[in-house]
């Protein structure tokens, strides 16, 4: 999207919020065949909630103290934050969909 827009939201804040949707699948994947994880269902809103904040401290907090160019900023953690609800509610779509 860089290359067609100016817009800071796409040059920024979209690819945050797809970090957990994008990175979340294949790091459980990676758990399930280290056999740190015991069931290949959904992420739970605690797998999920766990991950965001480990990265948002690694990307916002660790990162900027080892990398000139890495600032830390309180919008990212908010963006990884909405891009992981976003995910998890799709992710659990099946417990929202059953009938009463």
Known sequence: ?????????????????????????????????????????????????????????MAEVVGPHFFARAVGDVRDVAAYAAGAIVAGLWWNRHVWNRKV
């Open 1 to 57: 999207m860089k290359p067609v827009t100016h817009s800071a939201f796409f040059h920024g804040t979209f690819n945050d919020l797809l970090l957990i949707p994008a990175a979340l699948p294949f790091l459980l994947w990676l758990e399930r065949k280290l056999n740190l994880r015991t069931y290949d269902g959904p992420p739970t809103a605690l797998e999920i909630g766990a991950h965001w904040a480990i990265w948002s401290v």
